[in-house]
């Protein structure tokens, strides 16, 4: 059982580029959750969905993209990297409400 | 806007010693969840305990307490018989109620623990 899994580990981006972070969950949760960690702070959330097919934006969305076509996949897109975009990336599931988030490992990006 | 704010960056305990770790949030909702996650050098973000604000009792969880004063708008963590393995980041986080789940997390705070 592999919870929530984020891919890549870790990427570096030229400015202007564009990528898909992958978050892929066998929970079988309904909230899926997309957070950025820039140094020395807590988390921010971008995006999150209630469910497949619908998304809203969190806190900080601009410059990001997300879909949520399955329960288990909540892609996150950057279309045109700028080094303000370096930072740790983390998807997190919850199931019922209230409950506690389930945190994937991470993805490190580094936009130079 | 909910805020989360944990205003001591860094702490330092002698193992087997009692740490307590201060968050303090601003909300206007009655009804809500406070959570402290632990984020070791790993980077992965761990759930240490949760408190229903709701419930007057304060959580507990094994070595970790929490100290919840709704009306202050306090929610400290205290470690007990702190252990190296307890050094990490610390983060306060606040659950907004009404389907969505979202966290509000404070800045963090580093806590080291020495032999």
């Known amino acids: 059982n592999a919870g929530v899994t984020q891919t890549p580990k870790f990427r570096i981006l030229k400015i202007g580029q564009s990528m898909t972070l992958q978050c892929t969950q066998d929970?079988?949760?309904?909230?899926m959750y997309w957070y950025r960690q820039d140094p020395g702070m807590g988390l921010k959330l971008i995006y999150y969905s209630v469910g497949a097919g619908i998304t809203d934006k969190g806190e900080v969305p601009n410059g990001y993209n997300v879909s949520r076509s399955t329960t288990e996949d909540f892609p996150l897109r950057l279309e045109l990297a700028a080094p303000s975009q370096t930072s740790v990336y983390f998807c997190?599931?919850?199931?019922?409400?209230?409950?506690?988030?389930?945190f994937g490992d991470g993805t490190r990006l580094s936009i130079l | 806007a909910q805020t989360v704010t944990q205003s001591q960056p860094e702490m330092s305990v002698q193992e087997a010693e009692t740490v307590t770790l201060s968050c303090t949030y601003d909300t206007s909702e009655s009804d809500y969840y406070l959570f402290w996650y632990k984020q070791p050098p790993s980077r992965q973000m761990i759930l240490v305990i949760r408190?229903?604000?709701?419930?007057?009792q304060n959580a507990t969880e094994n070595r970790f307490s929490v100290n919840f004063q709704k009306a202050a708008k306090s929610f400290s963590l205290k470690i007990s018989d702190s252990q190296l393995g307890d050094a990490a980041m610390y983060f306060c986080a606040y659950s907004t109620q009404g389907g969505s789940e979202k966290l509000v997390f404070g800045k963090g705070m580093k806590l080291t623990v020495n032999p």
């Open positions: 408190q229903e604000a709701y419930k007057q």
């Open positions: 997190a599931v919850t199931g019922q409400v209230y409950q506690p988030q389930h």
């Open positions: 929970m079988n949760h309904n909230y």
